[in-house]
């Protein structure tokens, strides 16, 4: 299937820095990826490779009409997890029960893309195993990867990534800025002492403080930051001793890998004892995090040889490793608050000095997974309420550091309960914000290291159950939410009981045995909440009642039921479940053939669907769209909204998902338009639905205005033409990135790049950023 790229997946890492030309490298790496499918850039700790891979795939990404996708794997432990990991990056949401690899590649079987999967080096065999599936079951995907050492492929081609070229100190240096080792630490430094720059009387310095560092960009990144304290003489200086130290006084230089070891030592040192525990702390959070995350796991008593610190050491601690480049300060481009990550090559570092203190690595993981447990329980809490946008942007920016928690939980003797309790809370991000394969992951592996019956086990049941989504699996479902039913009734926990009686009616419901469904629903309704029943699934027992309703043909009592349920998601500023009453809602409206009272429903429905990710959610509502503009004899919209909606589902499921009645409705109105255009226009006005990717999709299917795809500004080529800088800002608007974004890729003011967005805007007549993405997709 051809068309944009999955949306929704990982694009490539955004820079903090500049990045010093590599030209040569880059040139090859192109070269390669013109000529071999699998390509791997191999390194030492340091050297470079990330964004090197990173500037390569930036520079094809046109080649790839599915785009570029990036998968980090610094973060992961578990293998199992490398094909989830790559589905995630790609925005596949894969419900089957079929191997996670197997389902991968026929999901990718006709897409033309260039995967990036960085730091494949702890995870040869899952990674060798991942690339070697996509290299035989696809014909258009590429895969660049990165890892200290080869994957070990016969298609496999190397690209060894070398340590920056350093001239002789001694030698002409007239042209000292065209040196990138040169150019690197006379960036970084000028970024800690404004005015820096490369003159006739430091060349030579600089020259040999980096050839010292072996040319390794990490190593003269981290010496340059010292220039905020030292002179350059004195850094030199300092640095010779520490490697005369080192090597007992021999002339002989240090291996490289202990060059770097050298440099981030001596990191370490200069770092106040506050900064080296945050440091040792910090490393066991493999991804991004927060200052809130960075106080539970820094703050507290000593314990199992953990130091803990006050709030102030913390906060002051963080800003100082920042100042030292030891963490990397990403800003939320949207204005929300800041996050932090340790480079992996120093996270590492950290962890061996956490592990010199017996116990230590264990208490602070500790305090890490009992920190993420309240943090999952105060996001279920506060679910059912106004802040469910936010709520999936910061779990989603936490997955490595959920995977750590709950891996650590899992592997650890006597920790085996909380994984079990943690997996279950995280319940509606599981279901809700598309991850329900890994959620059935470490449901799976929870509930087998916990046979005890619990409430914890009660709950991990029908959590699992809920998870069911192929029809393979629903049988499996039926018996875990009717276990989970019977062991809560057992425990006397009537909320938990509650919880699986809905899950007990959904399978009913997609099983399409609707009269049973219909009846279970409406004594779940009738009884109304129990206590501690979470409201979230109290709303749906409504939702399912009023759709049972629906397809047995009472579009009236569905009606007065989703009125009911309105109500309960109002008071509360509720938007998730409010999105599955309008699309019932709609559906009711559908069934009367009231199209034009349907209509809008659905179109609230799709633009809180998206809010929150619900990629399900999505496709159900843009089939029933299709489904209202067939009935508005809107033929030609009808055509482009199911191919739309097919693209949607071909990230979710080989086949169609959900129930006989769902697909039927779908099925007919699929006909009615093919018959309305002929074969030949059917499928040309089917395709550029198909082309769209889910944003562009919505977009299309929410525009008021327009009312057929002809009409549709993302489709047209737009005769006006714009500057080079112009069509720069918009490819960035394209990758995603924001206002400040774009201002620190092209190096010019914010206020410039702001400038530069609205005359794209007024140039070509569109009023959201959104329309310029899908306007640079067309036009490539």
């Known amino acids: ?97 079929r191997p996670p690899l197997d389902a991968l590649v026929e999901r990718l079987r006709d897409r033309r893309l260039l995967l990036v999967v960085d730091n494949c080096e702890h995870l040869l065999a899952a990674c060798a195993d991942l690339a070697a599936a996509l290299l035989r079951g696809t014909a258009g995907v590429r895969v660049l990867a990165t890892s200290r050492h080869r994957l070990g492929l016969t298609e496999e081609h190397l690209m060894e ?7 002789d100190p001694d030698g002409d240096l007239s042209a000292a800025g065209s040196h990138p080792a040169l150019a690197l630490f006379a960036d970084r430094a000028a970024a800690v002492l404004p005015g820096f720059r490369l003159t006739p009387a430091n060349r030579a310095a600089v020259a040999r403080l980096c050839r010292r560092l072996d040319g390794l960009p990490l190593a ?9 304290v030292l002179g350059l003489d004195q850094l030199l200086a300092r640095l010779d001793d520490r490697y005369r130290l080192l090597t007992a006084g021999s002339p002989a230089a240090l291996p490289r890998h202990q060059t770097l070891r050298a440099a981030v030592d001596w990191s370490h040192e200069l770092c106040t004892q506050q900064e080296q525990s945050a440091w040792a702390h910090l490393s066991v959070l493999p991804g991004s995090f927060d200052l809130e995350t960075a106080e539970a796991v820094c703050l507290g008593p000593a314990e199992g040889g953990c130091h803990g610190l006050g709030s102030l050491d913390v906060l002051e601690a963080v800003a100082g490793l920042v100042d030292k480049s030891v963490l990397v300060r990403e800003d939320d481009p949207d204005g929300g608050e800041a996050r932090y990550r340790l480079l992996d090559t120093l996270r590492h570092y950290g962890l061996d000095r956490l592990r010199e203190r017996p116990g230590a690595e264990a208490a602070v993981r500790r305090r890490h997974r009992d920190r993420t447990q309240r943090y999952a329980a105060a996001c279920e809490a506060a679910w059912f309420g106004p802040g469910q946008r936010e709520i999936v942007a910061r779990l989603r920016a936490d997955r490595d550091n959920l995977r750590a928690a709950l891996d650590f939980s899992l592997t650890t003797p006597g920790e085996a309960l909380a994984g079990l309790r943690l997996a279950g809370t995280l319940w509606f991000h599981w279901h809700a914000c598309g991850a329900p394969r890994e959620g059935r992951y470490w449901l799976d592996r929870a509930l ?40 809560a009734e057992q425990l006397g926990d009537p909320a938990e009981a509650a919880h699986a009686d809905y899950v007990i009616g959904v399978v009913q419901l997609f099983a399409d045995d609707l009269t049973a469904a219909h009846a279970h629903y409406e004594t779940t309704v009738a009884r109304g909440p129990v206590p501690g ?15 049972a309703h629906a397809f047995l043909g009472r579009p009236d009592r569905a009606t007065a039921v989703c009125e009911q349920a309105l109500r309960l998601c109002e008071a509360h500023g509720e938007d998730w479940v409010r999105s599955y009453v309008l699309r019932i809602l709609a559906l009711a409206h559908a069934v009367r053939a009231d199209w034009p009272r349907a209509e809008p429903c659905a179109r609230q429905a799709l633009r809180r669907k998206l809010d929150v990710h619900d990629v399900i959610g999505i496709g159900l509502t843009l089939d029933l769209l299709a489904r209202i503009a067939d009935g508005l004899g809107a033929a030609e919209r009808t055509a482009v909204l199911l191919g739309g909606a097919d693209r949607v589902w071909s990230d979710i499921d080989r086949d169609r998902w959900g129930s006989t009645a769902l697909n039927s409705a779908r099925r007919a109105c699929e006909t009615s338009a093919r018959a309305a255009l002929g074969p030949g226009g059917y499928e040309r006005a089917y395709g550029r639905g198909e082309a769209f990717g889910l944003a562009e999709i919505v977009a299309y299917a929410l525009d008021e205005e327009l009312q057929g795809p002809e009409k549709q500004p993302e489709l047209r080529m737009s005769p006006v033409r714009l500057t080079r800088r112009e069509t720069e800002v918009a490819e960035l608007v394209a990758e995603g990135l924001g206002n400040q974004q774009i201002a620190d890729r092209l190096v010019i003011a914010r206020r410039t790049a702001e400038g530069h967005v609205e005359r794209i805007l007024g140039k070509l007549g569109f009023s959201n950023r959104s329309q310029i993405a899908a306007w640079v997709t067309a036009r490539r």
């Open 533 to 547: 029943q979470h409201l979230s699934l109290h709303g749906l027992d409504m939702v399912e009642l009023a759709c």
């Open 1 to 97: 299937m051809g068309g944009s790229a999955p949306r929704g997946g990982c694009r490539l890492p955004v820079e903090t820095t500049s990045f010093v030309d590599r030209r040569e490298e880059q040139a090859a790496g192109r070269e390669l990826l013109a000529k071999a499918r699998l390509v791997t850039l191999t390194g030492p700790g340091g050297v470079g490779k990330t964004r090197l891979a990173a500037h390569i795939a930036s520079r094809v990404e046109r080649a790839f009409p599915d785009g570029v996708r990036y998968v980090a794997l610094a973060g992961l432990r578990d293998p199992e997890l490398v094909p989830l990991a790559a589905a995630d990056a790609l925005g596949l949401h894969d419900h089957s029960d």
């Open 220 to 228: 003269i990144e981290l010496a340059a930051v010292r220039m905020r």
């Open 161 to 167: 990534v070398r340590p920056l070229p350093v001239p």
């Open 448 to 487: 087998d290291a916990n046979p005890e019956p619990t409430p914890e086990r009660a709950r991990a049941l029908w959590v699992s159950a809920l998870l069911a989504g192929s029809p393979e699996d629903l049988t499996r479902g039926l018996r875990r939410a009717r276990e989970a039913r019977a062991l």
